[in-house]
């Protein structure tokens, strides 16, 4: 479809697609995280999370947005409707001997955050779920002890409002456009595989629609550039069409985009289903990625990065085209 419709017009259709308002009201979406034990260590973990807000306002709202809870005291559902996580901070045994059974009727996922700088590092696979804790032992309340768990874990627990998060809560930035990244990756995933369908077997186009079967190529971008949006703003950046359009020469170049979507299509010829997706899923990472490492580190990509986020999203594409292959063929 894309190929036979002029530039202008696909400009217009990827446009309607991006919606501008619905980022900015995902912006002002309220939610809170609950601090508790050890008072100094709360302190420490608040001035972390609290770092880097050069806006005055929204520094304002960052601190509201951290709010102290006493782990001794029942707590109240009620208290707590806009509330996403409570984060204990203690020191060796603290987590097991505090009372955070009082914390239940919450229903709020606890991350215990053990500090203790003589224990290996170690955290659970995913976020406790809602009532329930784990236990997450770091050598020090840093940004760089808390980035690789801690972090994506909190945003894990925010779903819905991962932008308001990275928006007032800087160092929540890096894990919330990860996590936006994945979701969107996701979306063009399904959205490709629905259109492939469609292309291989044309009576689908009735039950999914003319969309899926024609216009993969718009909803695609324009899930994209809906990604740039909201990577923008979690970056504390109002979302601006404009400004998007700016940031697009960062996704290109170095990493050689054009040259991943050859070898993809390159891999299997003939499995046109999963290449699709691959490439779809492959292409919203890039995105992704490329802008909010820009936007982290205001500058671009050195050769040896791009170079590495080249092959690992080419073999995590190729990855999942052989595992949907092999099930198409009942491996």
Known sequence: MASSMGAGALFKMVSSGVDVRKVQ???????????CGDPALVAE???LMLSGQTDEALALEAAACLETLDSNAPAA?????????IVFLGRKTDASDAHLAHLEPLKLPILALTVDDTA???APASAPAPGSWAEYVVPEISRDALRKTVFPHLIECSHGVEI???????PLREAAAAK???????????VALASAVVDHIPIVGVVLGAVASAGDTVVITALQMMLLLQIQATYGKDPDVQRM????????GGLGWRALARELV?????????IKGAIAYAGTIVVGEGVAFFLENGKHMSKVQASALYDRTKNDAMQFARDVIGKLRGN
């Open 25 to 35: 009201a995902h912006v002002r979406k309220p939610f809170r995280f609950f601090l």
């Open 245 to 252: 359009w700016q940031l697009l020469p960062v996704i290109g």
């Open 77 to 85: 559902r009620s208290a707590a409707p806009d509330a996403r996580a």
């Open 45 to 47: 973990f608040r001035a």
């Open 180 to 190: 936006l990244t994945r979701d969107a990756s996701g979306n063009a995933l399904k």
């Open 266 to 274: 390159g891999f299997v010829p003939m499995a046109g289903i999963p």
């Open 120 to 122: 290996v590092p170690s």
């Open 164 to 170: 308001a998060v990275g928006r007032r809560l800087c």
